[in-house]
């Protein structure tokens, strides 16, 4: 957060346009709509919360602001910006932001770096050599080995000066928009997926999805149950929720 700071502290414009935060985690409802009639689905609809709006303060234009972390290569030409171009959130938020009120002209995407270094260990004794002894100057361990684990403090003092060397590295924004056939993909995309959630509740089938049982470096808290090894009805494994959509402050209403 200290590097955050010392990024972004002074740069509270977005190609030298002052900008105004004009919400923070904002909730919003829109209309599922079907993109061949333009009808509005009577089943399901949009909802979620949005990072931010902001607004610049000369030109009025409104942008949404999406905060991320990643442990990947977020730069120029990466794969993970050629990702955002098929991202869902951002096609949602988008219209999320209009359902708001808010006309905005894309997503500044602000996202930092996880750190990489993993903590010093001390060398197996097995393994460690040392130099020779002189006169001036005693034995030690040949560079690079260790007599004892990197504490706490040197570990965080490390990640600290390698942040503050590498601070664009760590820290980026950049603009991420959607063209009219992008946004038209998007609602086919939406519509599809109620479609098949719909036929899935009609005949109480759901398909399964392995390939989603190992997503964010961790195996999803389901995997027991969908596997067999764990009953879904342990209460104290699993906690059936009150209503659908907990995160937000009321029930979604009539649709889902």
């Known amino acids: ?24 985690e904002t909730e ?25 709006v902001v607004r610049e303060t000369q030109t009025g234009r409104a942008w949404l602001v999406e905060h991320k972390s990643s442990a990947e290569d977020f730069g120029p030409g990466t794969e993970y910006r050629r990702r955002l171009i098929l991202d869902p959130q951002i096609s949602h938020y988008h219209v999320g932001g209009r359902a708001l009120g ?21 060398t197996p004794a ?6 020779k002894a002189t006169a001036k100057e005693p034995a030690r361990p040949y560079a690079g080995q260790r007599l004892a684990d990197e504490t706490p403090d040197e570990y965080g003092a490390r990640i600290r000066e ?16 959607r063209l009219e056939d992008e946004k038209r993909a998007s609602a086919v995309n939406d519509w599809q997926t109620a479609l098949m959630i719909r036929a899935s ?22 995997l027991g149950a969908c596997s067999g090894y764990e009953d879904i009805e342990d209460p104290t494994r699993f906690r059936r929720a009150e209503r659908p959509h907990e995160e ?9």
């Open 126 to 131: 097995d393994k460690l050599r040392w130099t």
């Open 162 to 177: 390698d942040i503050a060397e590498n601070l664009k590295r760590y820290f980026a924004r950049f603009m991420v928009v």
């Open 28 to 52: 919003y409802r829109a209309p599922l709509v079907n993109p061949e009639t333009g009808c509005p689905s009577l089943t399901f609809q949009r909802a979620g919360k949005i990072d931010a």
């Open 248 to 256: 937000l402050s009321a029930p979604v209403g009539a649709g889902q």
């Open 1 to 24: 957060m200290l590097g955050y700071h010392c990024r972004w502290s002074e740069h509270m414009t977005w190609d030298g346009e002052p900008l105004q935060v004009v919400a923070v």
């Open 201 to 222: 509740q009609r005949l109480n089938l759901w398909p399964q999805n392995p390939g989603a049982c190992g997503m964010y470096g961790r195996s999803c808290a389901f």
């Open 102 to 122: 808010h006309d905005v002209q894309g997503c500044i995407y602000d996202v930092l770096k996880r750190p990489g270094l993993e903590p010093k260990k001390a």
